[in-house]
């Protein structure tokens, strides 16, 4: 994905409007124009099913360096693993399942 293509996408695209990226799960989102600031890029971050579709309604939005470093940080940290254990003892049903992958997927 070029630059251009970006910079198109942020002039033409519709407000909220998602653009798919070659990595599964990464989009480009075009947030609206809030009060003084303009519109923006957004990159959001939203596992996908076997078909490619999105799993949540929304997904976690990183707009800058920073931030992707700082949710990187709290990612990798190792209590969080055992924190979702826990949740997953505690909520009714264990958790959720565990998604398929298909085998039928092109590789481009």
Do not use: C, H
Not at 28 to 46: M, T
Not at 88 to 96: D, E, H, I, S, T
């Amino acid at each position: 994905m070029s630059e251009d293509k970006i910079k198109e996408f942020l002039e033409t695209g519709s407000d909220w409007e998602k653009l798919k990226t070659s990595v599964p799960g990464v989009f480009i989102q075009k947030l609206p124009p809030y009060r003084s600031s303009p519109a923006r890029l957004a990159v959001e971050v939203n596992p996908v099913d076997a078909s490619g579709n999105t799993t949540k309604r929304r997904g976690l939005l990183i707009r800058y360096l920073e931030e992707y470093e700082n949710f990187k940080e709290i990612i990798n940290d190792e209590k969080l693993p055992k924190l979702l254990d826990m949740l997953a003892n505690v909520n009714p049903g264990g958790g959720r399942a565990a998604l398929k992958k298909s085998d039928d997927v092109i590789q481009i």
